[in-house]
């Protein structure tokens, strides 16, 4: 027995030695002839009957032996070859990368949105609440109620849509304030944003727009309480270096009133073409809250008092893009559109 | 509101440059819009003297002078065409290289052959006319009187040296739309005492009773009416002081006791009128609104028919006047009136407006009245009027008046404490302060401890409470001196968006993520957008404007879908060959009009698809995406719209309800806007969606056993569709968790009205795994109830 399984492990040795198993193939066929059913070990296996029962155990060690040698032998090729095999395989695999990505590409946010947004996220952090009034308002809530009667030279300040009867095209987002103040007892922190109309169209008004008006009723609230949110708003919305400056104004519902400049980004405040040479841009109106209004709501003004700012949404826009022209906002050219990203 | 500084100077001792003052106003409130060098025009231009004047050798209606212009030359050679001048004479000389009005550039040159080294000027060329300088409206050379120094610049001499401020008057400040309520201003701002107006003037002996009667008959809208007679008119000229003002503030100069009204108005802010006395009938006046149909031509030469909302100033037959806002042509002042009579009033303010407003009329004087007179202002006026006309020597005033409701003004008064005003602004400013800077501005403060008793002044009818005191401090004290504070003593509240507002952000972000750009649109829209469209009964529903900018903007809309389409229209024209908008706004539904009950403004999802590579059903990605996304289900069924084709429409459903529609516009609306490719519309009612979302978070177990998926090719009339081949496949077997149509094709082997539809059908098992017999076996039931209930087989 010892001879023969010597044999055949020799033969094997002898057709590796030859190179007879080159390639996968050769390699299956090698094992087969060997280790398959009917292979020549497999014949040794099967002439185990005619070995004296005496020599069985060493034979049938010497052929275990044979066995496991034959399939470590195999396998190991085999491992070899697959390998090689994958190894030419990826080196014929060459793509472009610099090929163009497949992507889809996402859609955009308007730009006016985005400036909402960015307020609230800013104002929403102080502890305000986002109320949503009606477009279509009553006479009372966009001006009566806003210290502003029939027939005031105030209304001259808003040329207004009407739509008949006591309704109006809101012309302020301030008519979110009575709403609220109605409803609400304070304390009160909230935005009203949303669109407003006023009959006046050129290269900078739009007889629609956005606006965003913020209100704060509390005990002990202060003009500087005004200038310390304000001035949060500016560095969050621009640059951490843009001051606010308060100039008096006028409008029926605050006292006393602000018109608010921001330092001019552009020029940093040294005077350029935007700011008119001035180092300042006006951005919004804001004050007290007229003490008529909160007795129309029915809020004691002795106990309180409160701040009110209006902002232009687009005016905003256009001063943190550098966008010329209030119309571009509006047509809706998906060229424009594309370049505001979340 | 113009503002001459020569004229600020009479009553405030001005002592800063024009830049600066202009700086300080705009801080205190008072922005100046504009601040006008009157001469910025003229630049080297200056007092010449005439040495010689010689024919031109080579012209017969040139000459050639020989000026002396003091350091800028003494020996000038000018070639002029004028010949009102002589030797000797002083003239405005634009030497070589100049500005004169008009943006006119003089340099040197040559006069058929003779040089000319400048130009000789009229007063035109310096843009002045005889209410500037007295003989500037002379054809020729501007002659100068007086004796100029040779050299010296001209704008001093004819009145250009000067300056005009522009300032926007906020209308809480009526009292400011004066030179006079701005130099009142001006002296508190300077701390410089202010000058009082001069307002007296010797009476003749006859009464104004004797020349008219003056009577008012409604109070209401006029709460004091003076009036004062001044006879014995005469035509001397307006002196030149007093033209030059009213040119400065663009007024022309017309006859002695006009001027003095307009430069009383501009003086002191009140409107005055004067009436001559010989043309009203009855020698009457009566102050009465007018009489239904009533008739007046104003000075203008407009006719106005009048109602009894009008206020008019009458005599015993007829209107002469409306009031407030101009005179009628029946008593207007001429060359030879004799006698006039005076009317200085407080007409109520609303009234004035609405009567201007319906009337369309306007004037300086009604926007005045609009803004608001004061009564007091009224009394001094008048006073100012007459030492006017004194001054002028143009008439002799009477010893009385008729003053009519003459207010017994009582000044208001303010109580109030120091800490009350700081509570408001957040800051300290010291009592001293308070009170200095209360006192400047003509308030009288009474200081006891912290209380404080303040008598507003009597002209100052926007101070009422507390807080106008506070913004009177801040405004003179310094806005700079606010210090930024953080809600110091508030209280904390909870912020951010609430579930609906977030449900709307991720609506939008959903749709986003579909490649679709955030549209605005107008709210309104156009009636033709609707004819366009083929809805005109929709469009007659829509809310009216009453007074647009135009009929292109005077709906509000029902549906988004014009104003998409519009704006794919507007890109498709530029060149923009695909795109994907949408927009999440209102629509405005009213029940009915004129609006008795606000309308509900109903929040709308619109998209609009257009590009190659685009077709319904990419466009019905986006509903998808927010089906997926609100957490609901929409189906479709075929329908028709009238913008939309016939064959490719569908409505969407959610349940029984429907919430849209999704469509390609008609062929017939693209041809006729010249559009080359299908545009994609669709509208959803996104109010109802927001209603039944379910957008939160519903985590099942992963399935314990895998999946079985199998396709099913089916051979069908092309009458089926896909939703119903799906329903079937859903209810023939409850495992079948998801069915997905992959593939449509038409052949000639398939046979005309025929189509192949491939379903990938996945089954989630439950209990136990499904072994490929049992999958097997589903699927021959499947197609059973596909060929039963569709007429479909299997391929």
Known sequence: ?342 | MKVPLSWLKDYVDVDIPAEELAQKLFSCGLEVEELVYVGQEIERCVVGRIVRIEPHPDSDHLQVCLLDCGSFGEAIQIVTGAHNIREGDLVPVALDGSSLHGGVKIKKGKLRGVASCGMLCSGEELGINGDWYDGADVNGILLLHGDPAPGSDIRPVVGLDDYIFDIAVTANRPDCQSVYGIAREVSAILGKPLKPLALDYTPASFSTADAVTVSVEAPDLCPRYIAHYVAGLNNAPTPLWMRRRLALCGLRSIRNVVDITNFVLLETGQPMHAFDVSHLAGKQIVVRRARQGEKIVTLDEKEFTLTSENLAICDAEKPVALAGIMGGLNSEIEENTPAVLFECAKFERANIRRTSRALGQKSDSSARYEKGVDAYTTGIAVNRALHLVQELGCGTIARDRFDINAETVQPKAVETTVSAINALLGIAVPREEICRILTSLNFSVTCEGDALTVLVPAYREDVEDYPDLAEEVIRMYGYDRIEGTFLRNASGTTGGLNAAQKLEARAAAALRGQGFCEAVTYSFISPKDYALLRMEEEGKRAIRIVNPIGEDMSLMRTTLVPSLLEAAVRNLRRGNDAGRLFELANIYLAEKQPLAAPPEERKTLGIAVWGAAEDFYTAKGAFAALEKELGLRLTYAAAQAPYLHPGMCAEVLLGDKRVGVLGCLAPDLAEQLSLDMPVYLGELDYAALAERADAAVHYAPLPKFPEVKRDLALLADEAVTCAEAEAVIEQSCKYVSAVHLFDVYRSEQLGAGKKSMAFSVTFTPREKAISPEEADGYIRRIVKALNEKLGLSQR
């Open chain 1, 1 to 342: 027995m010892k001879e023969r399984t010597e044999s055949i492990k020799r033969e094997i040795e002898q057709r590796f030695a030859a190179g007879g198993c080159a390639t996968s193939k050769e390699l299956i066929d090698l094992k087969m002839e060997y280790l398959g059913k009917g292979g020549k070990i497999s014949a040794l296996s099967k002439g185990m009957r005619d070995v004296p029962a005496e020599e069985r155990p060493e034979a049938g060690r010497l052929l275990g032996e044979l066995r496991a040698w034959a399939e470590e032998l195999f396998n190991a090729r085999e491992k070899e070859l697959k390998r090689a095999e994958l190894a030419a395989k990826v080196a014929g695999e060459r793509i472009d990368v610099t090929m163009p990505a497949k992507f889809h590409a996402g859609g955009s946010v308007h730009p006016v949105t985005l400036v909402r947004r960015e307020l609230e996220e800013i104002f929403a952090g102080m502890g305000f609440c986002v109320f949503e009034g009606p477009e279509i308002e009553r006479d009372y809530y966009n001006f009566q109620a806003l210290n502003i009667p029939a027939d005031h030279p105030a209304r001259d300040m808003q040329d207004t849509f009407f739509v008949g009867g006591e309704y109006l095209l809101r012309s302020q987002t301030s008519s979110g304030q009575i709403r609220v103040m109605e409803q609400t007892p304070p304390p009160i922190k909230v935005l009203s944003p949303g669109r407003v109309y006023r009959s006046d169209s050129d290269a900078t008004h739009s007889p629609m727009f956005h606006q965003m008006e913020g209100l704060v009723v509390d005990k002990h609230v202060t003009l500087c309480d005004l200038k310390g949110i304000l001035d949060e708003f500016a560095r969050r919305m621009f640059t951490a270096e843009t001051k606010t400056r308060f100039r008096p104004s006028y409008f029926p519902f605050t006292e006393p009133s602000v018109e608010v400049d921001l330092s001019c980004k552009n020029c940093g405040g040294k005077g350029c073409r935007i700011c008119k040479g001035t180092g300042w841009i006006e951005v919004l109106g804001a004050g007290m809250v007229n003490r008529k209004v909160l007795a129309n709501c029915g809020i004691d003004p002795d106990v309180y008092t409160g701040f009110a700012f209006g902002i232009g949404l687009e005016r905003i826009a256009m001063i943190k893009y550098g966008i010329g022209d209030i119309r571009l906002l509006f047509e809706n050219d998906v060229r424009f559109l594309r370049q505001f990203k979340d």
